[in-house]
């Protein structure tokens, strides 16, 4: 079975969050003498295959099987890896079932490796991500066989296959703010308090501002407004309340303590509460480690492309990996149409994507 027949199979399976359709167990027979062992929790499946070759520095790569549902309106079925004109089309063709599909076939074709090879996968990466990586890497760290570095396979590439990695990830904190008023008649708006005038020249100063100015390595963190919601939904009752959510994706100038001083600044005299979580936090991997070095080395031997090093977009596993202590770098295939209708990705691009791995393992030591 070769790299794009390996891609096809995984394709062809549903596996939607938090079921794997059953692809953990098929890959962990595919890599037969890789040691297996499974850390299913909650009805969500983990694997992590390893193989110690000799002393040596532990290699991992990562991913997920599970994928977003397919949703309607695809000029070809979602599960069945419909290949022509050179494009392979299917749910998780990009997210990420091309990585994994590389990677699994990069690491089987191993023949020697100075240290420990290994794969770290989940059925819980689209889904709310509480029992999947995070759960292998405390496994791992209680049996101290935690990686030296990772490679996440998520998809990275922008405009053409090999020119960007990402080499770390915006934190994400979620905001909800309850504004208090009082209710009362439209006619009579001196004898009520309304909490939607009340917030109309505050929101205006907040929404869509930059909390820092970012740096050479991320964006700013930017105040993001997603819904509010107020009133009774009729013309002549003023609302007792305003509730308004927003997220900041924020980078390592900013945390939970500046947003509430900006918040607070602005918001000053008004009766609110405001309670803020933190889905995950920045992080960045030195471009001087070895790590990013390497899959700089062997993008570039295959592609001739010299890739970016970015920090841009959303979340992934690298998160959990990285709080770890583990260098850990995101490189895939090209992002352009990830949990959308008639998701694809071209067969080279699965093909140059199993030579990068493959390169990155042959080169390791050398």
């Not at 969500?44 to 390893?50: A, D, E, G, I």
């Not at 869509?208 to 105040?223: I, M, Q, R, T």
């Amino acid at each position: 079975m070769n790299v794009i027949e390996l891609f096809k199979k995984l394709v062809s399976t549903k596996s939607e969050t938090p079921d794997d359709g059953g692809l953990l167990d098929f890959i962990a027979a595919h890599l037969s003498d890789f040691e297996a062992v499974r850390i299913d929790r909650n009805g969500v499946k983990n694997l992590f295959l390893y193989k110690k070759f000799s002393e040596g520095e532990h290699l991992c790569f990562a991913g997920h099987v599970d994928v977003v549902p397919a949703g309607e309106g695809w000029d070809t079925p979602p599960y069945e890896a419909v290949e022509k004109e050179g494009y392979i089309y299917g749910r998780g063709t990009q997210d990420m079932k091309s990585g994994v599909a590389a990677f699994v076939q990069a690491v089987k074709e191993a023949r020697d490796f100075k240290g420990t090879l290994s794969l770290l996968l989940t059925s819980d990466e689209e889904g709310e991500a509480t029992d999947g990586t995070i759960k292998v890497l405390e496994y791992l760290k209680e049996k101290e066989m935690l990686p030296d570095v990772c490679v996440v396979a998520e998809p990275t590439c922008e405009e053409i296959f090999g020119d960007a990695i990402k080499v770390g990830r915006r934190g994400s904190i979620n905001s909800y703010l309850t504004l208090k008023g009082k209710q009362g008649h439209a006619a009579y708006p001196e004898k009520a308090i309304n909490p939607i005038h009340q917030i109309a020249k505050p929101l205006a100063e907040m929404a869509g501002v930059d909390l820092d100015n970012g740096d050479e390595h991320f964006a700013p963190s930017k105040f993001v407004v997603t819904d509010i919601r107020s009133g009774m939904q009729v013309t002549n009752v003023t609302p007792n309340e305003l509730n308004m959510m927003f997220n900041v994706r924020n980078n390592t100038k900013t945390t939970q303590k500046e947003i509430t001083m900006f918040v607070a600044k602005h918001m000053d005299g008004l009766d609110y509460e405001l309670r803020l979580t933190q889905g995950s936090y920045p992080f960045k991997t030195d471009s001087d480690t070895k790590l990013v070095r390497m899959i700089d080395t062997a993008i570039e031997s295959v592609t001739g492309v010299s890739p970016k090093h970015s920090t841009a977009g959303g979340t992934s596993d690298a998160r959990f990996i990285s709080a770890f202590g583990v260098d850990v770098i995101e490189f895939g295939v090209k992002n352009d149409t990830i949990h959308s209708i008639n998701e694809r990705t071209t067969k080279k691009e699965v093909e140059d994507l199993y030579r990068v791995f493959k390169t990155l393992i042959e080169i390791w030591e050398k």
